[in-house]
């Protein structure tokens, strides 16, 4: 993105003398490097000049509300850095399809030394919310800022992997989500071709996810039995009635249920789509892949994305209750027969 009507600014001028054509310009810069300009209007609002002011506290340490020339040089040579990203992000890609969840940590691998969280640079503390959120910790919306969702989330990261909760991130710890990320979601390649492999990467992917006791997968196995109807295959809700049914007959659509289990809701997509890195709001087909189904399945069942309700309020080390589980999927529906089939599943294991 070329900034030309800011880069003929001769002087410093406050952000609400610049005309409707430089704010516009402005905002519009703002919003690519992910400070939140709001609407490209050319209106200098409450958030173009809070987005400036974090961009100029990230930057200098200041809250400086005025631009001249060196901040609009320095504006381009950061909008230059962000598109050379996503070129090199794209080459990347090209040998990948678009459901490719692979999340390597470009931004948070370049720290050398320990720092604060509340002192990464909003484009990193996005990268680290994205990586906690796919983890299964709790930050809340993934935008940058340093608020207490992502404050306990990585202090509860810390203590998981630690045993203490510094609010520091460096080399060591950068590593360690690295390996994280890298053993779930899309970090192994699974044989998805008959039930028996499926059942291996179900397993898999629990272990990965920290939901990794005997009970625990037998029950996650039994609910995708029961949700696929024995095929172990991902569905589309409704799946023996066409699409032209659904569009006619779902308030949600094109939002319906797909996958090993039925992900419904524009929300939902959007929320596994900022977590995977992947766009399921244009492209909802893509909950039917494999890798994205298991990976929803299992994150749903250890975060309680589906109903609010985890695998570990009712399946922990302390009690088993295969009946109350299927709350965590879809309330006491079918609960007896589905718990039956857990109770087949862990004697296999």
């Known amino acids: 993105m070329k900034i030309e009507k ?27 490097l ?13 958030k173009t000049r809070s987005a400036w002011l974090q961009l100029m506290a990230d930057t200098f340490g200041s809250n400086l509300i005025l631009i001249g020339p060196d901040a ?31 999340l390597k940590l470009k931004l948070l691998s370049k720290i050398k030394t320990p720092i604060a969280v509340n002192k990464l640079r909003r484009d990193q503390l996005r990268e680290l919310q994205t990586a906690l959120h796919r983890l299964g910790y709790p930050v809340g919306i993934i935008d940058g800022l340093y608020g207490p969702k992502t404050r306990n989330s ?19 710890s950068v590593d360690m989500i690295q390996r994280k990320l890298d053993k779930i979601g899309g970090g192994r390649v699974h044989d998805f ?3 028996e492999g499926t059942i291996e990467a179900i397993k898999w992917e629990c272990d990965a996810q920290n939901i990794g006791l005997k009970t625990q997968i037998a029950y996650v196995l039994a609910t995708v039995e029961w949700e696929t109807a024995r095929t172990f295959k991902p569905v589309r809700e409704a799946f023996w009635l066409d699409e032209d049914w659904r569009k006619d007959n779902l308030r949600y ?15 939902n997509y959007k929320k596994y789509a900022d977590i995977l890195g992947i766009d399921l709001v244009n492209n909802p087909d893509l909950a039917m892949n494999e890798n994205v189904a298991l990976f929803i399945l299992v994150h749903g069942f250890k975060t309680g994305t589906f109903t609010g309700r985890k695998i570990t309020d009712y399946i922990s080390e302390l009690q088993t209750d295969y009946i109350n589980a299927r709350r965590c999927i879809n309330g006491t529906d079918k609960a007896e027969e589905i718990a039956k089939l857990a109770e087949k599943y862990f004697a296999q294991l």
């Open 154 to 172: 990585w202090g509860e990261f810390e203590a998981d992997v630690f045993g203490g909760n510094e609010l520091l991130v460096g080399p060591v």
């Open 253 to 267: 659509y094109p939002y319906y249920g797909r996958g090993f289990v039925q992900i419904t809701w524009e929300k």
């Open 72 to 102: 609009a040089k320095l504006l381009q040579l950061k909008l230059k850095d962000s598109d050379e990203d996503d070129d090199n992000d794209d080459e990347d890609s090209d040998s990948n399809d678009n459901s490719d969840m692979t």
């Open 6 to 32: 800011l880069l003929r600014l001769t002087k410093l001028t406050p952000i609400n003398e610049l005309t409707n054509e430089q704010v516009r310009e402005l905002q519009k810069a703002l919003n690519e």
């Open 34 to 46: 992910g400070y939140n300009a709001g609407i490209v209007d050319g209106l200098p609002g409450s």
């Open 193 to 195: 071709s008959t039930k």
